[in-house]
Each structure stands twice: as C-alpha cells, then as structure tokens.
C-alpha cells in the first residue's frame, strides 16, 4: 500500500523543484502542471477555452498560448471559474488515474498546486506546503519566467492563501535558501516518510 503524499504552495515557492528531489530519493510523481499542459490541448477543452476566452488563445501552432490564456483566466474570479470549469474536470480524472496506476509504488507524490482548492485534501496521507518569503519568490518568478507583479498577484489571489495552506499541512518546507539546503530538507523528509511505510 501506497503513501501518497501532496506537494502544494504558493507560486515560485519551489514545491515542483521539491517533489522532483522527492523522487530523486524513488519516490514516484504525478505532476499536476504537465498533466493540465497535456489536457488543454484535448480538442474539447481547447474548445471550451476558445470559447470562453476567444479564439486568439491558439498560437500559430494551433496550441494554447498559456501565457495569453492566463492573463485573460486570473483577471478576476468569474473569469478564473471559467478556466477551472474548462479544465479541471478533466485534469482531475486524469490525476487521480495516474495516482491509480502508482499503487504498487512505496511512496507517490503528487505535484499540485490547486490541492486544497480542489478540497481534495483528505485524500493525502501526508501534506507538505512549501512556502518562500515573497520578495524570494517574486525574484524567482520575475526573473526566470518572466512574470510581472501584476500577474504575480493575480496568479496568487486565485489560489487559497499561504496562511490557510500552512494551517492544513502535516510539513511546512520553508524554501528561501539555494538548492543544496532544500535538498538537505528533502532527505529528511524522504527519510521520515519511508519510516511510514507499512511494516516499518
């Protein structure tokens, strides 16, 4: 029987960079980000995004421009229902399928961001939230993909806040240092989670 573990927080907290050290340490992953990159382009949902949000979402390559969907998506609530109303019913199916598929795995960890926000914490064994202070974070996000904080903030009001997702983890993974440090973390933790593994 499986442990299966959630990874959730905050934009460029480094939960995705911590899930994958997870794994590193054999852990298996579901990845929330890949699985939605995957189901928006599926012609029925690229057809509910195209016609909620136009049809100038696609880019030359008859993909789904993500960055153009997503300042049009996070600009207010009514807007981002709609994108959780195109995508996430299909998202989810496939998430928890791939969870499925894991089941003869010691320890699964799923990459999400939207857990809590789905109410799908009971279905964890074990939460982890990594967190980051937000001048860290908007350093990351600015700097390596580019966001402003404009789209930052956005981004961030859509989702449950810091506060309430510390307040429903079983581990809080404070992620303001480099890599070394959270790998450090992530052993610990891989460490604590295989002494939960049934029988022993």
């Not at 949902?45 to 195209?50: E, S, W």
């Not at 195109?86 to 003869?104: I, T």
């Not at 010691?106 to 939207?114: E, G, R």
Request: hydrophobic share 45%; with cysteine; aromatic share 4%.
């Amino acid at each position: 029987m499986s442990v299966l573990v959630g990874i959730t927080g905050g934009m460029g907290a480094g939960k995705s960079t911590f899930a994958a050290m997870l794994c590193q340490q054999g852990a298996r992953l579901v990845d929330a980000d890949r699985i939605g990159h995957e189901v928006i382009e599926r012609p029925e949902v690229k057809a509910a995004l195209a016609a909620a949000f136009g049809d100038d979402i696609e880019n030359s390559d008859g993909e789904i421009d993500r960055r153009k969907l997503g300042k049009r998506a996070f600009q207010n609530r009514s807007s981002l229902h709609e994108l959780n109303a195109a995508v996430a019913p299909a998202l989810r199916r496939e998430l928890w399928r791939q969870v499925s598929e894991g089941v003869d795995s010691d320890i699964v960890v799923v990459d999400a961001a939207l857990i809590l926000e789905w109410g799908e914490r009971e279905q964890f064994d074990f939460l982890v939230v990594v967190v980051a202070d937000d001048a860290v974070t908007q350093a990351r996000l600015g700097g390596q993909k580019g966001y402003s904080e404009a789209e930052i903030r956005q981004r961030m009001e859509g989702q449950v806040s810091v506060a309430d997702k510390i307040a429903q983890a079983d581990l809080v993974v404070e992620n303001n240092s480099d890599r070394a440090a959270l790998k450090g973390t992530a052993e610990e933790v891989w460490n604590s989670l295989s002494r939960k593994l049934p029988g022993r």
